[in-house]
């Protein structure tokens, strides 16, 4: 069985910086591209970074530039750094190990003044 766990979000002003971190249990980690996905009241959960177990990388338009999405197959850690948030990133991030499709509890972010 696989386990997700993330950590990092909070309370962080426009403009500020925030890295999400999701480390996964079991031996699928290195083979299965990750992703994170946020989901904010009233909205359904959109995708908002993948990497490939090869490193490819993509974004949601709505955070290209801002956001980096990286992995380390060592520490079985997927990260999200995220960079001049505003406060429409407000949502609970998700990280997602797509290789039996497992998903983590989720860690808040807010963005507020």
């Known amino acids: 069985q696989v386990q997700l766990t993330e950590s990092g979000g909070g309370l962080v002003q426009p403009g500020g910086s925030l890295r999400l971190s999701c480390a996964a249990s079991?031996?699928?980690?290195?083979?299965?591209?990750m992703g994170w996905y946020r989901q904010s009241p009233g909205k359904e959960r959109e995708l908002v970074a993948t990497?490939?177990?090869?490193?490819?990388?993509d974004y949601a338009n709505s955070v290209k530039g801002r956001f980096t999405i990286s992995r380390d197959n060592a520490k079985n850690t997927a990260y999200l750094q995220m960079n001049s948030l505003k406060p429409e990133d407000t949502a609970v991030y998700y990280c997602?190990?797509?290789?039996?499709?497992?998903w983590g509890q989720g860690t808040q972010v807010t963005v507020s003044s």
């Open positions: 079991g031996r699928h980690f290195s083979v299965s591209t």
């Open positions: 997602r190990l797509y290789l039996g499709d497992y």
């Open positions: 990497i490939t177990s090869g490193g490819a990388r």
